[in-house]
């Protein structure tokens, strides 16, 4: 059974500091992929990667960053969180390029 | 134009009702297309991967109509547990890109 994990499922932060959002799969899969979803906005993605310590952007990079150093591990970091970050952030992965991505349960991020 | 589009709905229907929902998408490299369902505050979870014309699961049914655009989803003999917001996704390479959900409620 496909299984994605997300360090924590509420998260509450003040303006300025530093927030690591963890996720972890046991699929074994290629790529992961980070979301964040907001009401009216849909899913967008922030950040993906394709290998170890490999990254590519996707469509609202800026506050973010990413890491991958094990291939079932992958960070967001927002360095310095601001309120405009408060949002539903989604882990996800997917065995190869092309092919479905299976979720995580997701992090609420309140940034206050 | 939004690379996939999704009409948000609601769409009201009683149990028992056959109720579709289209998705268009821009971008006509396109590979693959995804159904997921999605709960209030949960995570979206896979319903349904469309590789080529389409794909049928039990109730469910997806077409993809490459020459217009466009992917359906086609859920029969609806139950209340279908209440769920319907997303779209696009894949282009490495990217799955998603529409902003169809929200469906099924009334007794």
């Known amino acids: 059974d496909v299984k994605v994990t997300q360090s924590s499922r509420y998260l509450v932060k003040r303006t300025g500091e530093k927030v690591f959002l963890e996720c972890v799969q046991d699929?074994?899969?290629?790529?992961m992929f980070w979301y964040r979803q907001d009401p009216g906005l849909g899913l967008r993605l922030i950040y993906f990667?394709?290998?170890?310590?490999?990254?590519e952007k996707g469509d609202i990079p800026e506050g973010y960053s990413v890491s991958r150093e094990k291939k079932e591990r992958f960070s967001l970091i927002l360095e310095s969180a601001s309120t405009n970050q408060t949002s539903m952030y989604l882990c996800a992965s997917s065995p190869y390029t092309g092919y479905e991505q299976y979720f995580g349960p997701g992090t609420r991020l309140t940034v206050t | 134009r939004k690379e996939v589009e999704q009409d948000p709905g609601p769409f009201n229907v009683p149990e028992g009702a056959t109720v579709a929902f289209n998705c268009t998408y821009s971008?006509?490299?396109?590979?693959?297309f995804f159904w997921y369902r999605q709960d209030c505050r949960k995570e979206p979870k896979l319903l349904m991967s469309?590789?080529?014309s389409g794909n049928e699961d039990g109730r469910f049914t997806a077409q993809l109509n490459r020459a217009s655009q466009y992917i359906s989803l086609l859920i029969r003999d609806s139950k209340l547990s279908d209440s769920a917001t319907y997303l779209c996704g696009r894949n282009a390479g490495n990217m799955l890109t998603f529409g902003g959900g169809t929200r469906l409620m099924v009334k007794p």
């Open positions: 469309v590789y080529s």
């Open positions: 699929m074994d899969h290629e790529n």
């Open positions: 971008n006509s490299a396109s590979q693959s």
């Open positions: 990667s394709y290998d170890v310590k490999m990254k």
